[in-house]
């Protein structure tokens, strides 16, 4: 298996990267970056040009890791070459060509993917196992706060996609379909809040009632760091902590709260991203991509609601 990475990236070079060179040692992989000089960090081939590596990479999958603004067009340019295709969030800027992308990928029988990760991390599935099922729950806040970002950031542009809505909009419609796990279009109550700033979305808030559950959710780019996930039962809150971008590197522990006894759960390392793409190995061989279809689709017309 080969592996083309489509833009350099800072969190390819922190995140994926690694994990080709040293936890997933069959794979290989190559890189097209236009401004990064070369570097003996591994690839087996560099590229200047997009169209190059279209054209020459003979790579299996690509994982692109580009502006928001150059990810509809790409992901099409690839899969219409046949590639199965990663993109980073957010993998579209509308649900129109969300489902553009998923018609081209059914057609192609290729795996389309948004590489939302943080689900893949145990300390989700021990919270879940926590509160015994997501039937239990009644309402979920997620939080994801941060500095405001450095003025050179794509993050801070229009023209390529930016605010916070396109950066940590994946985040709550990735929440909202995990834990609350209702039909989208069954939303009874939608509430949302926008703050901009020169025309750039730097922040946003949500609450959503879904028959007996409820779900809100505050992301910003313009406050202290904050990143966590609560979940509530009748009986017990659970706590998770590096919610959205768990480090793979320290011993992570969640909080239970049950009648007034606060106690806390200590957890063994994990990396969201190595088993991310264990699944999705294991997605290639057996060739079920539908999973990967919906949820993109899924978040796609969640983020639909927020941009509108």
Known sequence: MKILILGYSNLCKRKIIPIFKRKLGKIKFCICSKSQKWEDIGASEWYRNYEDALEKSRADLVY?????????????????????????????????????LVKEARRRKKLLSEAIVFNYHHQIDKSIKEISSLKNLNHVDARFIIPKLEKKNFRNSNKYGGGCLFDMGPYAAAAFRIFINEN???VTFYKLLKENKKDLNISFKIYIIVGKKSFFGYF?????????????TKRKKITINRVFSPPNDINLTFQVNESNIRREKRLKKDDAFLNYFKQVIVLLRNKKFENSYQNLLKDSFFREKLIK
């Open 64 to 100: 692109i890791s580009l502006p928001n603004s150059l990810h509809y067009y790409w992901a099409k340019r690839f899969l219409k070459n046949n590639y199965h295709v990663i993109i980073d969030k957010p993998a579209t800027l509308n649900f129109t060509q969300a489902k553009d």
């Open 220 to 232: 910003s780019h313009n406050g202290e760091y904050e990143n966590s996930l609560s979940l509530f």
């Open 184 to 186: 989208h279009r069954k």
